[in-house]
């Protein structure tokens, strides 16, 4: 009996002690706060998010357009902010449907002329993003800006139209509408900056770039800038 009460004596302290684990609440509490810290990060994630960034990275809310006849025709602002210039909306469908597109999406869609590059948009998109960054490092703005002045810039505001028949045709200078001048402005800016990189060592983005830069300044070093001059210049001598 007395060994049996030894032996019970014996094993029940050495049970207790390994029965009385000191940190295992401490860990618990650690893992309860772990996921809590997951979640607020998350949120603070997703509450990021909410306004519009093209590429992630230019906000369109700062933007403006100086010129007040342009307003409803340069679509950069509100519902028009895309996270991409890929919207594939179906723009051509009905008439004046396309100024509702994006700006810095036309824009992309002018690149894609001559039949080799017809239907390439994701290359067409790639190189404006590359634009945009070019853009940003030479002048330190929002690159969404300086294509909106560039546009506000190159846009003709006269041109000259053929009136008469019969043998008899003179030229008339007219006004041109606020969503012509646009569409016009658009497609010298492209065409300036094709014809600057054919056969060049510069790529169609650091010629883009070059070129929007130029017509927002208002440079006759831009081949848009010098074309507007010219249009208005012959539109001038027909009145």
């Given at each position: ?83 991409l ?13 396309k ?30 993003q ?22 506000i ?21 007219v ?8 569409n ?56």
């Amino acid at each position: 009996l007395s060994r049996q009460s030894a032996v019970n004596f014996l094993i029940i302290p050495t049970m207790s002690d390994v029965e009385e684990p000191i940190e295992e609440p401490v860990e618990e509490q650690d893992l309860d706060l772990e996921p809590e810290a997951d979640e607020e990060e998350e949120f603070v994630a997703a509450s990021g998010a909410t306004e519009v960034k093209l590429f992630g990275k230019w906000a369109f809310d700062d933007i403006e357009i100086r010129d007040i006849s342009l307003v409803d025709y340069i679509a950069v602002k509100g519902d028009h902010a895309t996270y991409l210039p890929h919207t594939a909306g179906r723009y051509q469908k009905k008439r004046f449907r396309k100024a509702s597109c994006p700006i810095v999406e036309r824009l992309a869609c002018c690149l894609m002329r001559k039949g080799r590059n017809s239907g390439k948009k994701l290359m067409a998109v790639r190189i404006v993003q590359h634009t945009l960054e070019i853009i940003h490092l030479l002048t330190d703005q929002n690159p969404v800006q300086v294509v909106v002045d560039a546009i506000i810039n190159s846009g003709p505001r006269e041109d000259s139209t053929r009136v008469g028949g019969a043998g008899v045709v003179r030229r008339q200078a007219v006004d041109m509408s606020p969503f012509r001048r646009v569409n016009y402005a658009l497609y010298l800016l492209a065409t300036g900056a094709r014809e600057a990189s054919f056969r060049n060592l510069k790529t169609m983005a650091e010629c883009l770039a070059e070129e929007l830069v130029n017509a927002a300044r208002g440079s006759s070093n831009s081949y848009a800038i010098k074309k507007k001059d010219e249009i208005e210049r012959v539109s001038k001598s027909n009145r």
